[in-house]
């Protein structure tokens, strides 16, 4: 049997910058992905201001491909378009170079990999912490991070299958080159997006929709209809549902991250900032012995704002003023860049 100090499930964002957070402060951590790196994955790939300014601060030296866009565009139905230029770029990643960026700095830093599949866990009379992986190998340790991303097993076992979750939808046209990144909003898939993000030699578009059951072929025909709509050849098309309820720790030695935690911006699905802050605060309760609960107790708060905060914006209110805003394109450009560059309007 293997014993280490701290055992991550998952070798995405959330957990190999936490395994690296560890490394520095000198933990013995061990990284356990299913996946062989580089491997893809839904997502945009996009990092706002404080997103990218968290990583620098969090990993020094991080390198890492991006292409920085920073004019914005949105719009209601068929109404006109707001468009501004935002005061800093988002940088804009492919998801499987800038995965395998972080898990080769950690590697780069003393880290451990290992392939294989977490199955579960059982609390030892100890304290620690028993991992079986689905090969039959099992691992002791003090703390289990469950970095494993949206579909967590390590979720599943505390808490049950999410009680509430969106779905993403994605489609890549490769070798366009547009310079945006568009956002349209329409009562056909209210609460939802259509949008559209200009990235590394390729143009991504993508779909969002609350929803509470899997009907995945009602929003990928509504998906296509849209692409029709805005004259995208149709493509293949990946999905993935993100939870959006976020799970409290029911034990101080079992921390939940990332995606895995429910820790995703529930009104824009920005989840890479929360995967950074909540694996910094992982990191910070087990130097300092604390519990995750009260590490992470300021992002625990957020997201239960940001759940009124969505209810709000597709509130029948909500929706209303926020399409009277963009007819004002300098008050848009003040609320993004504001909220771009923190988690609050506050300076």
Request: with cysteine; aromatic share 12%.
């Amino acid at each position: 049997m293997k014993h280490v100090d701290v055992l991550i499930i998952g070798a995405g964002p959330a957990g190999s910058v936490c395994g690296s957070l560890l490394k520095q402060a000198g933990v013995d951590c061990l990284i356990v992905d299913r996946a062989s790196f580089p491997r893809d994955k839904v997502c945009g790939g996009g990092l706002t201001v404080k997103a990218w300014r968290l990583l620098d601060m969090l990993l020094p030296g991080i390198k890492y491909e991006y292409r920085p866009i920073a004019r914005m565009r949105c719009q209601f139905e068929n109404d006109p378009v707001c468009e501004f230029q935002a005061e800093y770029a988002i940088r804009m990643t492919r998801r499987k170079d800038f995965d395998y960026a972080l898990l080769q700095y950690y590697q780069a830093h003393g880290g451990e990999l290992m392939k294989g599949s977490f199955e579960r866990f059982e609390q030892q009379a100890d304290g620690r912490v028993l991992v079986t992986l689905k090969s039959g190998e099992q691992i002791s340790c003090r703390y289990l991070i469950a970095a494993d991303g949206a579909g967590s097993l390590i979720r599943r076992q505390i808490h049950g299958a999410p009680k509430l979750h969106a779905l993403f939808l994605e489609q890549y046209n490769e070798g366009e080159t547009d310079n945006d990144v568009f956002v349209h909003f329409s009562s056909n898939y209210k609460p939802g997006v259509f949008y559209k993000f200009s990235s590394l030699g390729r143009d991504m578009y993508g779909f969002a929709s609350l929803e509470s059951n899997e009907d995945f072929p009602r929003h990928k025909a509504k998906f296509c209809e849209t692409l029709t709509k805005f004259g995208v050849p149709l493509g293949q098309i990946r999905g993935a549902y993100i939870p959006l309820n976020t799970v409290p720790p029911t034990a101080d030695n079992v921390i939940l991250i990332g995606d895995a935690g429910g820790f995703a911006n529930k009104l824009t699905g920005e989840g890479l900032y929360d995967a950074f802050k909540t694996a910094a605060n992982a990191k910070r309760a087990i130097v300092e012995g604390i519990p995750f609960r009260e590490a992470n107790a300021e992002e625990f708060r957020k997201m239960e704002h940001q759940v009124k905060v969505f209810k709000f914006f597709f509130s029948p209110i909500g929706w209303r003023l926020i399409r009277w805003g963009m007819r004002y394109p300098k008050v848009i450009k003040w609320l993004f860049d504001a909220k771009m560059k923190r988690e609050t309007f506050r300076a």
